[in-house]
T-cell receptor, first 110, second 115 residues
Framework: SQKIEQNSEALNIQEGKTATLTCNYT??????LQWYRQDPGRGPVFLLL?????KEKRKERLKVTFDTTLKQSLFHITASQPADSATYLC?????????FGPGTRLSVLP | DTGVSQDPRHKITKRGQNVTFRCDPI?????LYWYRQTLGQGPEFLTY????????KSRLLSDRFSAERPKGSFSTLEIQRTEQGDSAMYLC?????????????FGEGSRLTVL
């Protein structure tokens, strides 16, 4: 069955640095992949979608890459701020629904 | 505000009782999903509707769980004979699934605690 892994349960970085989060998937090949942000006690919020024919996608300080050979997506936040502290989830589709990874909890320290 | 709304936000119940959650999706969205999320985990797919038709249910979903979406509008998720293992956040999301993709718009969730 399909499996989604995210690099680490928690990641602490200093304000101003670039945060890099990893999403690896196995046993299938999604045509695209989404990233969501989730704050404690809230529902996830959509951030970016990247398709298999796109190597890179940017939105303000966010950048996502998608390597279908490695079966991996990288999510970068540049010039990180304490307000970026949250859990970030990757979600490739599987059939007609979406499979969410366990998430990486990012803490940006002032 | 025309986002996805869920009710109730919190529910505490005793084991063995039935509970029902309601989700009002964004009105023009044709798809509605239910997910369950426990602490430290990502959302786990339960079921989804295309308009009023329930098209897929997770194999993990026991017979105690049932969902409806009458007339393709709001949806309800009922859990019968609740167990302590049902304690979780139940999330509803809607989308217009067009061209094979669709970003999910989530509600704030209904947190269930089974004592």
């Amino acid at each position: 069955s399909q499996k989604i892994e995210q690099n680490s349960e928690a990641l602490n970085i200093q304000e101003g640095k670039t945060a890099t989060l990893t999403c690896n998937y196995t046993n299938y090949s999604p045509a695209y992949l989404q990233w969501y942000r989730q704050d404690p006690g809230r529902g996830p919020v959509f951030l970016l979608l990247i398709r298999e024919n796109e190597k890179e996608k940017r939105k303000e300080r966010l950048k996502v890459t998608f390597d279908t050979t490695l079966k991996q997506s990288l999510f970068h936040i540049t010039a990180s701020q304490p307000a970026d502290s949250a859990t970030y989830l990757c979600a490739p589709p599987y059939g007609q629904n979406f499979v969410f990874g366990p998430g990486t909890r990012l803490s940006v320290l002032p | 505000d025309t986002g996805v709304s869920q009710d109730p936000r919190h529910k505490i119940t005793k084991r063995g009782q039935n509970v029902t959650f309601r989700c009002d999706p964004i009105s023009e969205h044709n798809r509605l999903y239910w997910y369950r999320q426990t602490l430290g985990q990502g959302p786990e797919f339960l079921t989804y509707f295309q308009n009023e038709a329930q098209l897929e249910k997770s194999r993990l979903l026991s017979d105690r769980f049932s969902a409806e979406r009458p007339k393709g509008s709001f949806s309800t998720l009922e859990i019968q004979r609740t167990e302590q293992g049902d304690s979780a956040m139940y999330l509803c999301a809607s989308t217009n699934f067009i061209g094979g993709t669709g970003e999910l718009f989530f509600g704030e969730g209904s947190r269930l605690t089974v004592l």
